[in-house]
């Protein structure tokens, strides 16, 4: 009778062991998802009240605005539907791109851009337009440039689409945008990113944005070729010789086979 009352105990503690740490854990991931959409929410409100306040001067001004609207709407529908602290983070990440067009919007119209905004650094890795380029590709016309005008009235702050980077610049048209929808690039794009960036300073090789490396990252394609190719020959030598010598000899045939030692 009383190993039985002790193993009741014992089950009893268990269990409720376990619901504690449950209602913990289900604690701790609440207050993290309210921390991370408080964080989110005050973004989406600045962003809010600087697309509600603003009116472009400008073609550049409008089309920067415009993307910042689509951003905003787009980080009210994810904020509400966020259920966890990781969902939350991208309502936040939606809203910081809008504020960096109300920034590029800001600017178009000669306007102080403001503070600078949090990972700023960060999309920069993308690299920027640093001159006025002016390219056809497939019969088709593109210009980039660091600053907005009447022929590139379209933003974009840097970062990463479909896993490469596009610089942050205006351009004549948003080409990343097929990729940012599809998820894919076309199989153009890396002719039409050579053709506009080739041997700008700070941005990424068309080789290098093929393999979706940064600029300053080049080396990495070489490094990674050199090391899988020292790795296949000291595979192969090692494999060659080693095997070579002991199946071929004596160790094989005689006892050593039996322990796998030089084998």
């Known amino acids: 009778m009383g190993t039985t009352i002790t193993v009741i105990v014992l089950l009893v503690l268990i269990v409720g062991g376990i619901a504690y740490f449950a209602k913990a854990q289900a604690a701790t991931r609440r207050r993290q998802l309210d921390d991370a959409k408080a964080d989110a929410r005050r973004l ?17 001004a409008k089309q920067a605005l415009a993307d910042a609207s689509e951003r905003y709407n787009a980080a009210g529908s994810q904020l509400e539907q966020a259920q966890t602290a990781e969902q939350a983070k991208l309502v936040k990440e939606t809203a910081l791109e ?6 590029a919007a800001r600017e178009a119209m000669g306007m102080d851009p403001g503070p600078k905004l949090p990972e700023e650094t960060e999309r920069e890795r993308a690299g920027k337009v640093t001159e006025h380029r002016s390219v056809d590709v497939e ?10 005008g009447d022929n ?43 053709a506009m960036f080739s041997g700008m300073a700070g941005i990424a090789s068309a080789e290098a944005w093929e393999s979706g490396y940064d ?46 030692g030089d084998f």
């Open 139 to 148: 019969g088709r016309h593109y210009e980039a440039s660091p600053n907005p």
């Open 215 to 260: 600029a300053g990252q080049e080396d990495a394609i070489g490094d990674a070729g050199g090391d899988m190719g020292d790795a296949g020959g000291d595979a192969g030598g090692d494999f060659g010789g080693d095997m070579g010598g002991d199946f071929g000899g004596g160790d094989f045939g005689g006892g050593d086979f039996g322990g796998f």
């Open 44 to 60: 989406v409100e600045r962003l809010g009240g600087q697309v509600l306040n603003l009116v472009g001067s400008n073609e550049p």
């Open 152 to 194: 590139t009235p379209y933003y974009y702050p840097g970062g990463r689409v479909a896993g490469r980077p596009v610089p942050q610049g205006w351009y004549s048209e948003p080409w990343w945008k097929p990729a940012l929808v599809a998820g894919a690039w076309g199989l153009g794009s890396m002719f039409l990113f050579s």
């Open 98 to 103: 809008g504020l960096y067009y109300v920034r």
